[in-house]
């Protein structure tokens, strides 16, 4: 129990770490397009220690992140993509019909399509809809990323352990 | 690859494709540009009249311009700065987006009246 208590503190601190490095690296990417680095974190937690520690570790970075670097604007974005990709991991995951990339995938989606139903929220306009196939294109992308640098990662600790 | 990641990737490319395309056919030329600010409409500009005008909102500024009828949002204080590195905007339904001060520009087509100048 402690051992998995202090795993997840590693974790969340790498989550949180991740993101701050991906805001120092600048990447010439149209609006709303992120590699979302972080989520590298949560999908390789997910797979080792469960969904409850990824879904802690999730929240954690969210509100650290929001108090840290950006404020609280930005903080319902990011909760809400960052909601929905884990529930949408979660659920597929369970189902057994996806791979790591598949999950992760669909994460990448999820949490697009979780910010831009905020954006829609908060604007109280549809046009931020246009965005929307190219956001649906990058989520893909950027999840099918982390879900390679993830499975290499789990391969590469379980080759370790055994 | 399992067979639900392939699934996954071309749904998506689709949905994608098939609402690309739905924006592209929708595309008209616009006549006005109207401001809203948290989704209220706050100002709307006839796109022939070029203008400069400055919006001020409670969470900073957005210089936004009209020339040769296109219009962009020139200097803005926001934190993120995408509104102003956005492209200039002209076609009914496009817009500029400036999430930190909750701010949209939208392009729209021909309407009854062409009101011009600000309304509050």
């Given at each position: 129990m402690?051992?998995?208590?202090?795993?997840g503190?590693?974790?969340?601190?790498?989550?949180l770490?991740?993101?701050?490095?991906?805001?120092m690296?600048?990447?010439?990417?149209?609006?709303?397009?992120?590699?979302?680095?972080?989520n590298?974190?949560?999908?390789?937690?997910?797979?080792?220690?469960?969904?409850?520690a990824a879904?802690?570790?999730?929240?954690?970075?969210?509100?650290?992140?929001a108090?840290?670097?950006?404020?609280f604007l930005?903080?319902?974005?990011?909760?809400?993509?960052?909601l929905?990709?884990?529930a949408?991991?979660?659920?597929?995951?369970?189902?057994?019909?996806?791979?790591?990339r598949?999950?992760?995938m669909?994460g990448?989606?999820?949490?697009?399509?979780?910010q831009?139903?905020?954006?829609?929220?908060?604007?109280?306009?549809?046009?931020?809809l246009?965005l929307?196939?190219?956001l649906l294109?990058?989520?893909l992308?950027?999840?099918?990323?982390?879900?390679?640098?993830?499975?290499?990662?789990i391969?590469?600790?379980?080759?370790?352990?055994? | 690859m399992?067979k639900?990641d392939?699934?996954?990737?071309?749904?998506?490319?689709?949905?994608?494709a098939?609402?690309?395309?739905?924006?592209?056919v929708?595309k008209?030329?616009?006549?006005?540009?109207?401001?809203?600010?948290?989704?209220?409409?706050?100002?709307?500009?006839?796109?022939?009249?070029?203008?400069?005008?400055?919006?001020?909102?409670?969470?900073?500024y957005?210089?936004?311009q009209?020339?040769?009828?296109?219009?962009?949002?020139?200097?803005?204080?926001?934190?993120?700065?995408?509104?102003?590195?956005?492209a200039?905007?002209?076609?009914?339904?496009?817009?500029?987006?400036?999430?930190?001060?909750?701010?949209?520009?939208?392009?729209?087509?021909?309407?009854?009246?062409?009101?011009?100048?600000v309304?509050?």
């Open positions: 402690s051992r998995k208590i202090a795993y503190g590693i974790f969340a601190a790498l989550a770490l991740m993101g701050y490095v991906e805001a690296i600048p990447l010439p990417l149209p609006a709303g397009v992120k590699l979302g680095l972080s590298v974190v949560v999908v390789l937690c997910l797979y080792t220690l469960g969904g409850r879904f802690g570790i999730s929240l954690v970075r969210v509100v650290l992140a108090l840290l670097f950006k404020g930005s903080f319902w974005y990011s909760c809400a993509g960052a929905l990709s884990f949408v991991m979660v659920l597929a995951k369970r189902s057994g019909h996806f791979s790591i598949g999950v992760s669909l990448g989606v999820s949490h697009n399509v979780g831009m139903v905020v954006a829609v929220l908060f604007l109280g306009r549809a046009v931020v246009t929307s196939p190219l294109v990058s989520g992308l950027a999840g099918f990323g982390i879900g390679l640098v993830s499975e290499r990662c391969r590469y600790v379980q080759q370790r352990k055994g | 399992k639900g392939r699934w996954v990737l071309l749904v998506v490319l689709l949905a994608a098939v609402l690309a395309i739905v924006f592209a929708q008209k030329a616009g006549a006005e540009a109207v401001v809203y600010v948290s989704g209220v409409e706050t100002a709307r500009f006839p796109l022939s009249t070029p203008i400069q005008w400055r919006l001020e909102t409670a969470w900073g957005n210089e936004i009209i020339e040769d009828g296109v219009v962009s949002v020139i200097d803005a204080d926001c934190r993120d700065g995408i509104c102003v590195n956005h200039p905007i002209s076609s009914q339904g496009e817009s500029i987006v400036c999430l930190p001060h909750e701010m949209v520009i939208e392009i729209e087509g021909e309407t009854a009246a062409a009101l011009d100048g309304v509050q």
